[in-house]
């Protein structure tokens, strides 16, 4: 069981930056980055693989970046330019099921408790 804690959450102007970070007990093989905000179904914001290969949600793209030590066992999610529509919860995820990144919530069994993003307008 890989235990996963957020850190990194806050309250920003828009356009502003804020850098999330995961921190695990354990490897995982892929890692993502999702967000859910009231009222909405969890949503996918990116993931990157064990040899480093990233994916990003068109929502987000060249604006939000992933990144991972594997030898600290850390996830970083640096988010620039910020909007209000990127106010959620974002949660870490992993998974030592697949080496392939993934769009889907129900493909990574370990989560973190989540942190609060809040982009105000």
């Known amino acids: 069981q890989v235990q996963l804690v957020e850190s990194g959450g806050g309250l920003v102007q828009a356009g502003g930056s804020l850098r999330l970070s995961c921190a695990a007990s354990?490897?995982?093989?892929?890692s993502a980055w999702f967000r859910q905000a009231p009222g909405k179904e969890r949503q996918f914001v990116a993931a990157?693989?064990?040899?480093?290969?990233?994916t990003y949600a068109d929502s987000v793209k060249g604006r939000f970046t992933i990144s991972r030590d594997n030898a600290k066992n850390t996830l970083n999610l640096q988010m620039n330019s910020l909007k209000p529509e990127d106010t959620a919860v974002y949660y870490c995820?992993?998974?030592?099921?697949?080496?392939?990144?993934?769009?889907?919530?129900?493909?990574?069994?370990?989560w973190g408790q989540g942190t609060q993003v809040t982009v105000s307008s």
């Open positions: 990157i693989s064990w040899s480093g290969s990233s």
């Open positions: 995820a992993g998974t030592m099921k697949r080496y392939s990144n993934s769009y889907y919530a129900n493909d990574y069994e370990y």
């Open positions: 354990g490897r995982t093989r892929s």
